[in-house]
């Protein structure tokens, strides 16, 4: 992913509420399956990380992305960004060309 088209997903992701958060129970199997079919039907979602949550967030962003096999566009503070680009006939998000 290119740096311009980091920053178009990053600009999309600002006006976005975050669709999952987590708590002290932190991830599990479940979350994980509900994370990867919410990028099957959105591309990009917002995740929100709880003050509970003893985990890190970049720890946390780097193990849903190799999970979930997406890309964390960014992290700041509690709030973690994850994109997936969806198949053809799913495809919403039309990134900036390489």
Partial sequence: MTTKQRAYLKSLA??????????KNSMTPEFTKAIAEALEARELIKISVLKNCADDPKELAAVLAERTHSQVVQ????KIVLYREGKDKNKKIQLPEK
């Avoid at 600002?14 to 708590?23: E, S, Y």
């Avoid at 992290?75 to 509690?78: A, P, Q, Y």
């Fill in 14 to 23: 600002m006006t976005m509420d975050p669709v999952f958060q987590v708590g």
């Fill in 75 to 78: 992290v700041i503070g509690k």
